[in-house]
């Protein structure tokens, strides 16, 4: 049995750059956050809650997907394998996926650290003989990956539509790194979540219990513990609409209040009713998803959808 190694790579951003990106967006007119802030360590556990709810289906649908497509995936790939995923979140669709096509080596990429460096300590002890190089970054920028795995034939794994918080053309320049990351003849396993009836997406974006709103709503926590920020939750509410022209879910937070926030010592005026954006999640036809691949240079091997066309995973070649 081939002997494991656990060997931990970090480009995390510095923080003046990530203070600056902050307060750009939120000097901005309208103001954001980009959404990437939500994955404090209590942001990762609420995303987690939002995965089990009813409204919820993308997490579900996808994993059963995976679990019914999987052997099929490992046919087509082969062997001598570097598994490369772009975000960390919960192992479970990870597991899988090792299960399935049992490659030499792993890459996940995060940029919260210590959530990644804990699941794949976790994966690193269940899976004694795999290789395993977490890498801390910010996945949406270029990455050289770990020189270790140049030998090994490298397998992106984007799940869970997460591609959907790309602006379009930023999306194809995302994949276009990644196409640049795997190389010639690599692949890509990537989860779309498909355009449909706009209540569903409603009410998987406004749950009845609020977990989706607490999740939102983190964002200012993270920003206060990070950045020395003065956010007043219980100031802002939750929301979230579908928007037809995009064809995106948006969500905000919206001021209840004119109020003044400082942030890593900067003042930041808010109006009563103005909202913040934090997430665009874009929703695909298989078309408009295939052409964005194509514009970077990724060619479709498969496409498995769910027996309503609410999601679907693709198998991409980078050509
Ligand atoms: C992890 C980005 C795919 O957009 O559906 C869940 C995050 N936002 N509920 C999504 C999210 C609100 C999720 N992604």
């Not at 692949?187 to 939102?216: E, Q």
Request: with cysteine; proline share 4%; net charge negative.
């Amino acid at each position: 049995m081939q002997q494991g190694e656990f060997n931990f790579f970090c480009h995390e951003p510095n923080k003046a750059d990530v203070v600056s990106e902050v307060l750009t967006g939120l000097n901005s007119n309208p103001k954001f956050i980009a959404p990437k802030f939500f994955y404090d360590q209590r942001g990762s556990e609420l995303f987690e809650a939002i995965t089990e709810l009813d409204e919820y289906y993308p997490t579900r649908t996808e994993m059963r997907l995976l679990g019914k497509h999987l052997p099929e995936v490992a046919g087509l790939l082969g062997k001598n394998l570097c598994v490369v995923e772009y975000g960390s979140g919960s192992s479970m669709k990870i597991r899988k996926l090792l299960e399935a096509v049992s490659p030499e080596a792993y890459v996940p990429i995060d940029i919260s650290q210590a959530h990644l460096v804990e699941n794949a300590q976790v994966l690193f002890r269940d899976y004694p003989s795999l290789r395993i190089y977490p890498v801390c970054a910010d996945f949406s920028q270029p990455l050289q990956l770990p020189a270790v795995t140049q030998d090994l034939r490298k397998v992106g794994f984007f799940p869970g539509s997460s591609i959907g918080n790309f602006e379009p053309g930023d999306a194809s320049g995302f994949l276009g790194t990644v196409r640049d990351e795997v190389g010639i003849g690599g692949a890509l396993l990537i989860g779309v979540d498909r355009k449909k009836n706009v209540d569903i997406l409603h009410d998987a974006y406004n749950d009845r219990r609020g977990i989706t709103a607490a999740f939102n709503l983190n964002v200012l926590s993270h920003l206060n513990e990070r950045f020395d920020a003065t956010f007043d939750l219980a100031a802002f509410s939750h929301q979230a609409r579908y928007n037809e022209q995009a064809g995106c879910m948006q969500m905000f937070l919206r001021s209840c209040r004119d109020q003044v926030a400082h942030v890593a010592g900067s003042e930041v005026t808010f109006c009563l009713d103005e909202e913040v954006h934090t997430e665009n999640s874009y929703k695909f036809h298989p078309d408009e998803f295939l052409a964005i691949a194509g514009d970077a240079g990724f060619a479709a091997l498969r496409m498995w959808s769910d027996e309503q066309d609410w999601f679907s995973l693709f198998l991409l070649e980078a050509v």
